[in-house]
């Protein structure tokens, strides 16, 4: 009995970083799932802070060159860094190239780097970034507007695997950097280019000649590309293109849209928002063409040449569609809600945004609410003949968690920015 007794008293005296190795707390880290929890283990004591510290993959910070010196000693598995500024604090520069000389000199691991709104940026330091990190996947520089073709050239030739790349606001970007990406990035699969005003025809058919694997393309008030530009995306990315996005493209017409419909088997995102010559003749195409079946979102407002014929046809045959903006369509009126449950089935629709649509009516909507239950956000804003004590005198009955915006006051959701 007294030997079991001091058994006992043996086992419970071990130490736990005396029974454990390295690679068994670590094997402990890896089951703790929350961010919370693991910061909480390496409260325990130094060596476990440090294990702690060595296994994080993610950390979003503000730092100067003398703690992101400190930060790669500590975190030196790190994979995912974000030093973005805020935009309320766009007066401060953020990161500067002296700090991405820095960052490329003691972050080896890494393969994700967000720095948007970091003003102090200049190709210098892009070329650091791709002369240190070359097994850099996804790199964000958005709205870092000292930014040229020279800085993400360099990125391009070095960082050949890179799969994501953000430019939106990078003004001076132009049809060179597409050219290198083409030449060198031939796993792309993300770029964002919104707004940057550069980027011609010319630049977008090099661009898909070498990153044909491309799924995102944000090219929203590229306000230079037309036709010839989405058709060749179009037919180089026909079975990996799923979000096109192209609102205030002025010069993007029907050609465009019939391309889509007829290449882009996979697309589930598409915005055309602005794209004025745009016409019911695509529309239709893009309705009863493959895509219809993976189309979830479709932002047309601004779309004047718009009908009921298009969007009935739209309604009737893209089942899976989820949100949906026809703001301004002016041409569109109660019939393009007209028969829409022929055979019985539900709409999927969760978003309906109809501002500004002047001819439809609470006996539209109401249309729309017998064919589909699963509505949550409803924008009729500046629609005069739709009010709430229209709708309420009709006794519409609208989903539970169906918000609608009669007046303006509700948050719109993104989903179709």
């Given amino acids: 009995m007294a030997e079991a007794e001091v058994e006992e008293e043996g086992a419970s005296g071990v130490c736990i970083n005396e029974a454990l190795t390295d690679d068994e707390l670590r094997a402990v880290l890896a089951k703790l799932q929350s961010d919370k929890n693991k910061e909480v283990f390496g409260l325990v004591c130094k060596r476990w802070l440090h294990l702690q510290s060595t296994e994080r993959k993610k950390l979003c910070a503000r730092a100067g060159p003398l703690m992101l010196r400190k930060m790669a000693a500590r975190f030196s598995r790190l994979v995912e860094l974000d030093l973005s500024q805020s935009v309320s604090r766009s007066f401060y520069p953020g990161v500067t190239d002296s700090d991405l000389k820095v960052i490329a000199d003691g972050f080896g691991c890494l393969r994700v780097l967000s720095l948007q709104h970091c ?11 791709g002369c240190g990190l070359s097994h850099l ?21 070095r960082c050949c695997d890179l799969r994501s790349l953000q430019l939106a606001g990078c003004r001076s970007v132009n049809d060179k950097a597409l050219e290198a990406l083409s030449k060198n990035c031939h796993n792309l699969e993300e770029l964002g280019l919104q707004g940057c005003t550069y980027i011609t025809d010319s630049g977008l058919t090099s661009l898909v000649k070498g990153c044909q694997r491309l799924k995102f393309l944000d090219a929203n008030k590229c306000n230079n590309i037309s036709d010839i530009g989405v058709c060749s995306v179009s037919m180089a990315c026909s079975s990996s293109l799923k979000t096109l996005k192209l609102l205030d493209c002025y010069k993007v017409g029907d050609e465009s849209v019939s391309s889509l419909a007829q290449f882009c088997k996979s697309l589930e995102t598409l915005i055309i928002g602005g794209c004025r010559e745009v016409s019911d003749e695509s529309i239709k195409s893009l309705a009863v063409a493959a895509c219809s079946y993976s189309l979830k979102n479709l932002r047309m407002d601004w779309c004047l040449n718009i009908s009921d014929l298009s969007l009935n046809c739209i309604l009737c045959n893209c089942r899976n569609l989820q949100a949906l903006d026809i703001g ?27 501002s500004n649509c002047l001819k439809i009516t609470v006996m539209g909507i109401g249309m729309l609410l017998d064919s589909c239950n699963s509505l949550e956000y409803l924008d009729v804003r500046s629609c005069p003949r739709i009010t709430k004590a229209g709708c309420d005198e009709a006794g519409l009955q609208f989903p539970e968690c169906c918000k609608v915006n009669f007046l303006g006051s509700l948050s719109e959701p993104d989903v179709l920015v």
């Fill in 137 to 157: 996947q996804s790199l964000d520089v958005s709205y870092c507007r000292k930014l040229t073709e020279k800085g993400l050239s360099a990125i391009a030739e």
């Fill in 119 to 129: 003003k102090g940026i200049t190709d210098n330091g892009l070329v650091a970034i």
């Fill in 328 to 354: 301004c369509c002016e041409e569109v009126t109660d019939a393009a809600f007209r028969g829409l449950n022929r055979d019985g089935s539900k709409l999927g629709l969760k978003i309906l945004k109809a």
